[in-house]
């Protein structure tokens, strides 16, 4: 038994919105592998539920005319995992996916539902910060598009406005074209866990073999997803190989700001988080061909 | 012969399709719920509880505080009464109590028409507390001045025992022997059994029915009657099928506060079914022990004197209490036997959640401290582990004094050798050794002892009932129990051999219930299969005698040439079947000369015991940089005498392996230092192992029949999750040279290790 005080079942994404302006305050709920588990907490009870889940219309994988990859926010990870376009295009996003905790969740849960939940750990948020997505929200006030970036506010909360729901996650055509990318989830099982750190690197290389350009992205190595910004300056221009990992890494950590908990010491994050750009990059480079 | 074949479970088509019924399928939809209030305050006293906005709550039934209810204290361990006072279990824990001894005691309890209601009581109740210090460690709680949690017990010290064998002082003064001093720590962990605990309880006629998800239902009712003080028949107690226990439910936990609440509800049915977080926190874990062991060695690798201290945290409460830090000390000085030991255990309360029975007893504790050690020792001596283990192993023919138990084959070597053989362990141990870079390998050993049963610390026991039906199948009923580890089915195999009749014929009645089941204490101690075998070939010779004895009356031939074999009724001269035992069982119950309904039902009183060993081999792969541990493979190896069913003794060996692969490399309850609270109180934050950390699980045995059993057989039950910790711990150790002495072994600690170890170089950041 759930403690919710009203539960509304959305016929289509108007319908949503109309919901969520009658009940402002509202839960929007997905696949609810989150928001029935924040339910059993004080934090979560006597909630008005308004569920999208029934919204087919938000459910799929599209590659647009203009290249850009629509990803409807329902779509679920195992959707995600083994869809051919993303496993052709952008296969980081199908090993982001594969990884959310374990296969019954992966069957409920949806990369909108991942992405609103607003925590630094969530496996596709990373990659989709490396890929910087594009995060379309609708409302009473029409259709807004939101960089990923900006999206995240603080954690647990993200940029959804009153009546809004996320309807997709639009990976751009110039965001993975020739791009090579790997995802690594650092957790202290194998299997149904969430990330300690997570990590999402991917890298084009130009035709000489030099990095052309390279972008990381961390879970948990902050309040939010973020990007090391300088990690991705300091390689640009640099030929592909051991170097180029090791002063990629150096300066990723210098980006972050873990924080010490029960769950892990800053330190530790700290040193995982130079493992894991090492190791994301070298394999990266590799997958765009160059050899280490 | 059935005994000895891999038979289908008795219950596995129910179990694989849904169909069997646990004691929440039994519950009719209209109980009330209870929901127990807990203490948020580690150590302190309720001062005074406002219930007026919870009773507002539409769907309230009623709200228990500590205060309304009785003050009769009882015992909960699962341990058979003793009828001498001198040794019953300590009676110290309420129904609810005013005085919370850690966080999520039990002070007061919430009965609604439904969960949520009774959640939104629950957080509307306003406590106010007096605020005692507080403390989690067992040696921070033996010194002088530590917040006292009974003041019947000076230093919060539950039990302190000893062995003293030799002279220890004396054997140290020799010349040229070596010293090592370490130290090993064990976590608290929980049993994380699928099924939470649950228990319903009603009233019928006058008597309280309580259906619980409990491993020991005779004792269930003793506790419950000594609970509530009411006479121990007016109580009966109902076991179906459980999701698992592995010791917890070997406690009374919730049965007498949901009896106690149905009684005062005038015999209403009421149910609790516990939350997982709950679980974690309010019912049982296994105790975390420290081991500090000193061995004085002479340079070839003989023990000459060694000294063992255990510090055992029981928690807030007594429950099993000292017993199971003095069972991890007895293996200590058999294992390895040494003419100078000194052992002193010491159980010591603290406001941790209380510590019970779990599988193993002691021994995973006490494996990982002594097993760990010895490759300590043998690396720093220059031996290998194995010579080192061989040299002072148990040796054939060693006798406990105490319990008479007989290493009666030469086991322990016949199972190291085959584990070895198998992961290919002298080679890989050299050859890993000498590794650089940074993905290393390495394989690790250790054996283990397991003592099976009870006796002759307390009463051992078994009853059995076999029931002819018109068709010649029987129900057999016993008190031991299924856990879910597949007793019946042994239990079946056992009766068709011994009775003489074919195995679907006999229909094994899984649920005890306490009106009609034979007496029983229950599944613990690994004991069940060896007490229970017992009983079963006594009560069978009875059945068969009465079988026979009517056999002679329809053919009149002399008992003496008769046999029942396979369902029939047999005449051994010339081994002509006469008739089949569904013509005489018919005969029997519709004869108009002679009706009998042929039953039996004995006790047997087991007074032997029987040790079990083995021993695990596990190969692990070290990521050096990523501070990861991957297992490549794993293999227990057991002489548990003869297999009753091959199929399911490794079934059990791989379920054990599974909780050591957890217990060795990421299990623990960990605790706030500023609040006592427990932190991961979900299965998401404590690290259970997933199949995906597992590698294939190799399960291998050595036969030999016990002696003193009618079956051949002794413990296999608890035995599988003892040696898997320290085998994966040495196994790091062969491949790094670094020495883990706390478990679990994950990556955090590693981080620490390999930092201090020069393996990681920690990268500096502003």
Redesign the interface.
Known sequence: ???FRSYAAAASVEDAVRLLAEKPNAVIMAGGSDVLIKM?S?DM??VDVVSIYGLDELRGIRLEPNGDIRIGSLTSFSHIEHDETVNRLIPVLSQAAGTVG?PQIRNIGTIGGNTCNGVTSADTASTCFALDAIIELTGSEGVRHVPIVGFYLRAGKVDIRPTEIQTAVIIPRDSYENCFGHYQK?A???????A?LNCSVNVRLNADGAIERARIAYGVAGPVPMRAGSAEAAVCGMPAGEDAAHIFA?AA??DINPRDS????K??R???A??LAVRGLTESMRRAGATI | MNVGKSVPRVDAYDKVTGRTQYTDDLCPGDALVIRVLRSTVANGRVLSMDISKAQAVPGVVRIFTCFDVPKLAFPTAGHPWSTDPAHQDVADRFLLTDRPRFCGDDIGAVVAENEVAAMQALRLIEVEYEEYPFVLDAQEAMKDGAPLLHEEFPNNVLGHSSIRIGNYEEAIKEEGLIRFDDWYDTPTVQHCHIENFICTARMENGRIVVTSSTQIPHIARRVVAQALSIPWGDVRVIKPYIGGGFGNKQDVLYEPLCAYICRELGGVLVKLDMPREETFTSTRVRHAIRNHIISYVRPDGTFVARKLECFSNQGAYASHGHGVAAKGMGAFPQLYPCPNVECDAYTVFTNRPVAGAMRGYGIPQAMFAVESNIDDIALRLGMTPMALRKKNLMPVGYTDGFSRNVNYYDSFNQCLDKGAEYIDYYRKHEEYSRQEGNIRRGVGCAAFWYNTAVWPISLESSSCRMVLNQDGSIQLQLGETEIGQGADTAFAQMASDAVGIPLERVHVVSCQDTDVAPFGTGAYASRQTYVGGFAIKQTADILRGKILSYAHELTRMPVEILDLVDGNIIRRTDNQALMTLAELATTALYSLDHSVHITAESTYQVKSNAYSFGCCFAEVEVDISACKVRLIDMINVHDCGSLINPQLAGAQVHGGMSMAIGYGLSEQLQFDPKTGRVLNDNLLDYKLSTTLDHPDLTAGFVENPEPTSVFGTKALGEPPACPGAPAIRNAILNATGVSMNTIPVNPHRLFEAFCKAGLINTKEVN
Request: charge should be positive.
């Open positions: 038994m759930f403690d059993r004080r009870s006597q374990g650092y202290m099982r194998n299997a149904m866990d969430i300690t150096d950590i210098r029960w769950r892990a010491s330190a530790f700290i040193h995982i130079h493992e």
